[in-house]
């Protein structure tokens, strides 16, 4: 990473005038983001693109566009922050002042400062290069320099500028069940945004996250993609605006929309991060690189391993009973998994949670289900040698609870109007710091009276809607973004005390998947959908920006017609998880189960840490083939599925990735339905990445899992 100021001579009249040309690379092994200052003071990209070969090369850029764009001058497009000044002037005009350069964990951060001269607003403009990786991350500060309060109508993280012949988005979007399927487009001159308006649901029908390839779509293997994410679990947008002459700009923030923020005097904004790679090899070396720094500098316990577990929800849904359970967590031993996990439909007296309709908020334990408390389920859970883990959803509230008959207050929802409810439940409002309390209190209460609970699952279930806050009273437009700073305090406040306790993050499914809300939870619920065909789908979309060892991946009843085998195989590519009834299978599928499971943790590091190779695509026929690489290249796991085949159709080899060319492996098939191994044959990493085996078949909804070792 270097920063300079660059001298140079400028001709003016005749005469040689010494001018001083400020020049800013922020480099990564592979990349390089260089801003400029131009002779007006302001601040230009000047390039974004595979790393230049020094000092010189970056001087001979050409000045590019400006950079952080702002409102009410001379652009024509879309621009990245709009300010109302307490004059009434709409209008910002940002010059650089200055810029810092600092190591931080894994890599730098450059700090660009700039102002407004006429009104003294500032903006630091952060940017954190993970050179390794090959990752960004940049996020904006703007300060209130005035003399009274400034609206904050359009407050950006990041505008970056690109330049290609030609641009080709793929966003990724469903809704619950139906998560995050890639749909791919030509950007041509206008607009398209990419946002969500749904509060805290905020990823129920689009992910934060986009790939948006240069010149060409770009493949697993070839061409330029930048793969971008933004860090906020509340409303998002993204904006891709191509302009007249070609040029185009990805602005990246909070939406927007009905969000106009008034900042006082004195007062600074923090907008979120928003994280990106650029890849000059395609799709899948943008996702390893977002693997690798994830693991390394951002999800919560990104090196640690990950619990397998056993969750009722499917096996009971509402109706257990502390007999039930205990059986469960039996069978959790059994089966020979890490943790239970009890779900949904433990807690409420007044209104007992028999149903979704009621009992959120009232998190004492229901005594005529679960009469010697959650205490004799850890200590169940302890005897029989597995953790214990418990489902909650304490931002929310049912109608019918005592807490909404406490404290209507709390709640979201219009004073004169008819509530609405989205799975008869309603939100409440985390801007106010009585209900961030109130909310930390659920977990701290129960980590206090049950402190052998070792896990969370924590839910969220309703977006928001009727959008109106007591707390914020003349400040209704700030409540989507002070909903999540207050959910951002809560769990600032769990990690803090119980840093060690592992969480999942779930929203009906996955409507709750940024890398933000991933400081605080170890893992995410990808989808309500366990459907195995489903989710390779799923897991392949989610793997392109987030690493296996975060998703959630649950061996259920869905889809009897696909094997256990199957199903497990397709979970064993995530974090697997068991949520069926193991009375629901027969001696056979038992056994396998609790084979896989022993397989499992033999892969997990593989799985867990290695990099991933997409190597044949689901979405391309009729098959699907995933790899897993050690980072030492000596180990391996390939898994290769066939969904529907044709009749006769022509199979193809699996070519893999990643190897060694110059090592030889073994390879041989494990984990066989009837608990037998197949037989070991040896090649060069060069001929497995070269020819490939043939490791797919014409049988309908059948799975195979590799061991690759080498000699
Ligand atoms: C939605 C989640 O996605 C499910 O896994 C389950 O926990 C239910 N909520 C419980 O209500």
């Known amino acids: 990473m270097k920063s300079w100021i660059l001298c140079g001579a400028l001709l003016t009249f005749g005469m040689n005038v010494l001018a001083e040309t400020t020049i800013i690379p922020i480099e990564t092994d592979n990349t390089a983001l260089v801003y400029a200052v131009g002779d007006n003071g302001r601040l230009y990209q000047n390039y974004f693109g595979k790393r230049l070969s020094g000092k010189a090369d970056y001087a001979a850029l050409p000045q590019g566009k400006e950079a952080y764009l702002t409102h009410g001058m001379?652009?024509?497009?879309?621009?990245?922050?709009?300010?109302?000044?307490?004059?009434?002037?709409?209008?910002?005009l940002l010059k650089y002042q200055s810029h810092t350069v600092?190591?931080?964990?894994?890599?730098?951060?450059?700090?660009?400062?700039?102002?407004?001269?006429?009104?003294?607003?500032?903006?630091?403009?952060?940017?954190?290069?993970?050179?390794?990786?090959?990752?960004?991350?940049e996020w904006a500060e703007i300060f209130n320099n005035e003399k009274k309060d400034i609206e904050l109508e359009k407050f950006a993280s990041s505008l970056l500028h690109f330049r290609a012949p030609k641009y080709y988005l793929t966003q990724y979007n469903g809704d619950w069940a139906s998560e995050v399927h890639p749909h791919d487009q030509e950007l041509h001159y206008g607009k398209?945004?990419?946002?969500?308006?749904?509060?805290?649901?905020?990823?129920?029908?689009?992910?934060?996250?986009?790939?948006?390839?240069?010149?060409?779509?770009?493949?697993?293997?070839?061409?330029?993609?930048?793969?971008?994410?933004?860090?906020?679990?509340?409303?998002f947008r993204f904006t891709f605006e191509v302009d007249n002459r070609g040029?185009?700009?990805?602005?990246?923030?909070i939406n927007p929309y009905g969000s106009a923020y008034t900042l006082g005097k004195g007062e600074s904004f923090l907008t979120p991060e928003f994280i990106f790679t650029l890849s000059d090899r395609g799709k899948g070396k943008a996702s390893r690189d977002l693997h690798d720094w994830a693991r390394n500098y951002s999800l919560k316990d990104g090196l640690s391993d990950r619990m397998t577990l056993l969750n009722n929800w499917e096996a009971t849904y509402f109706d257990f009973d502390q007999d039930k359970l205990v059986s469960?967590?039996?069978?959790?031993?059994?089966?020979?998994?890490?943790?239970?996990?009890?779900?949904?439909?433990?807690?409420?007296?007044?209104?007992?949670?028999?149903?979704?309709?009621?009992?959120?908020?009232d998190w004492d334990v229901t005594a005529d289900k679960l009469p010697d408390g959650i205490g004799r389920l850890t200590e169940e859970a302890k005897k029989q040698g597995v953790k214990f883990g418990l489902w909650i959803e304490p931002e929310m509230v049912s109608p019918k609870s005592e807490l909404y008959e406490k404290h209507k207050d709390w709640v979201i929802t219009l004073p004169n109007r008819d509530e609405y409810y989205f799975r008869n439940q309603l939100v409440l409002d985390l801007s106010n710091p009585k209900v961030q309390d109130y909310v930390f209190g659920i977990v701290d209460d129960l980590m206090t009276k049950y402190p052998d609970i070792a896990f969370f699952k924590w839910d969220c279930n309703s977006p928001i809607t009727n959008i109106y806050s007591t707390y914020e009273k003349m400040n209704q437009s700030h409540l989507y973004i002070d909903y999540v700073r207050g959910l951002y305090n809560v769990l600032d406040r769990v990690k803090a005390k119980y840093p060690a306790l592992p969480m999942m993050l779930c929203a009906g499914g996955g409507g709750r998947t940024d890398y933000e809300g991933l400081k605080y939870f170890t893992e995410f619920w990808c989808s309500d959908n366990t459907d195995p065909i489903e989710r390779l789908f799923i897991q392949w979309g989610y793997s392109q920006v987030f690493p296996a060892k975060a998703q959630c991946a649950h061996v259920t009843t869905w889809n009897r017609d696909a094997s256990v085998k199957f199903r497990v195989n397709v979970a064993m590519m995530g974090k697997m998880g068991?949520?069926?009834n193991l009375h629901d299978l027969n001696e056979g599928e038992l056994a396998y189960c609790k084979q896989s499971i022993k397989d499992y943790n033999s892969l997990k590091p593989v799985i867990f840490n290695g990099d991933q190779y997409r190597l044949v695509s689901p979405h391309d026929g009729n098959h699907a083939a995933t790899m897993y690489v050690g980072k030492d290249k000596k180990k391996a796991v390939l898994f290769a599925f066939d969904v529907h085949p044709r009749y006769d159709e022509a199979l193809y080899n699996v070519k893999f990735d990643g190897l060694d060319p110059s090592l030889t492996y073994n390879v041989r098939e494990i984990n066989k339905s009837d608990g037998s191994q197949g037989e070991e044959k040896s090649y060069s990493g060069s001929y497995?990445?070269?020819?490939?085996?043939?490791?797919?078949?014409?049988?309908?909804?059948?799975?195979r899992v590799y061991e690759v070792n080498s000699i």
């Open 688 to 703: 497995l990445m070269t020819v490939g085996l043939p490791l797919f078949s014409t049988s309908k909804l059948s799975s």
């Open 328 to 361: 469960l967590i039996g069978e959790a031993k059994e089966l020979g998994v890490d943790m239970f996990l009890l779900d949904d439909g433990w807690f409420g007296n007044k209104y007992p949670r028999h149903s979704d309709t009621q009992a959120l908020g």
């Open 578 to 580: 068991f949520d069926i």
């Open 192 to 235: 398209k945004e990419i946002d969500t308006k749904l509060g805290a649901r905020a990823n129920m029908f689009v992910s934060p996250f986009f790939q948006l390839s240069l010149g060409k779509p770009a493949t697993e293997n070839e061409g330029d993609v930048l793969v971008g994410t933004l860090g906020w679990t509340g409303n």
């Open 102 to 137: 600092k190591a931080v964990d894994g890599g730098t951060e450059t700090v660009i400062t700039l102002a407004d001269p006429e009104y003294a607003d500032r903006v630091d403009l952060h940017i954190v290069a993970y050179p390794k990786e090959n990752v960004y991350k």
């Open 74 to 92: 001379e652009d024509y497009f879309e621009p990245a922050l709009h300010i109302n000044h307490p004059d009434g002037n709409p209008s910002t």
């Open 247 to 253: 040029g185009l700009r990805v602005i990246s923030g």
